[in-house]
T-cell receptor, first 115, second 113 residues
Framework: KAGVTQTPRYLIKTRGQQVTLSCSPI?????VSWYQQTPGQGLQFLFE???????NKGNFPGRFSGRQFSNSRSEMNVSTLELGDSALYLC??????????????FGNGTRLTVT | KNQVEQSPQSLIILEGKNCTLQ??????????LRWYKQDTGRGPVSLTI?????NTKSNGRYTATLDADTKQSSLHITASQLSDSASYIC????????????FGTGTRLQVTL
């Protein structure tokens, strides 16, 4: 069974630009969540989508947005990039969202560098 | 404020030795506690998931313990191998959805010859 696939693996952008990251979940998984990981802050939750609906959102500015398609694939968009947006962006899928025994399966992330 | 604190921040051990990583949390109410292993440049991989009613769970050479009364968990690694070199992240969840996940900042383990 294929794992969670994130594309691209690496991305370099300049301040002010926008970027779109893609995540393909494990087949059959309906929940996709996104996280930002930086050395100083660790992993921080961005948002979760379930059956094409945003179910929860973390404490990030509106420049961060996402969506989920009918095939459960998800995209995350960051507009007006800032230097502080440089991070590893991780996507995780799970069978039916956040339940007690439903593990999160993470992709290997997209490393975004903003210059 | 919900917090998850892990100790030590980093650890170096010799191959073949055992080690124990600690996780203290203040999340309440509490649903489950998870340990993840993250290799450099890769996404985290789930090691164990424990609910409040479980006090120990094993996954090969990894054994997690949980004391819900003191809000403490530990991850014990037996007979360490070079491939155990990674960051280990403790994640605690409250009942409900992903926004109530609280992540620790991890323990960086290095196993040397």
């Amino acid at each position: 069974k294929a794992g969670v696939t994130q594309t691209p693996r690496y991305l370099i952008k300049t301040r002010g630009q926008q970027v779109t990251l893609s995540c393909s979940p494990i087949s059959g998984h309906r929940s996709v969540s996104w996280y930002q990981q930086t050395p100083g802050q660790g992993l921080q939750f961005l948002f979760e989508y379930f059956s094409e609906t945003q179910r929860n959102k973390g404490n990030f500015p509106g420049r961060f947005s996402g969506r989920q398609f009918s095939n459960s694939r998800s995209e995350m968009n960051v507009s007006t990039l800032e230097l502080g947006d440089s991070a590893l962006y991780l996507c995780a899928s799970s069978l039916d969202g956040w339940s007690t025994n439903s593990p999160l399966h993470f992709g290997n992330g997209t490393r975004l560098t903003v210059t | 404020k919900n917090q998850v604190e892990q100790s030590p921040q980093s650890l170096i051990i010799l191959e073949g030795k055992n080690c124990t990583l600690q996780c203290n949390y203040t999340v309440s109410p509490f649903s489950n506690l998870r340990w993840y292993k993250q290799d450099t440049g890769r996404g985290p991989v789930s090691l164990t998931i424990m609910t409040f009613s479980e006090n120990t769970k094993s996954n090969g050479r990894y054994t997690a313990t949980l004391d819900a009364d003191t809000k403490q968990s530990s991850l014990h690694i037996t007979a360490s191998q070079l491939s155990d070199s990674a960051s280990y992240i403790c994640v605690v969840s409250a009942p409900g959805t992903a926004s109530k996940l609280t992540f620790g900042t991890g323990t960086r383990l290095q196993v040397t010859l």
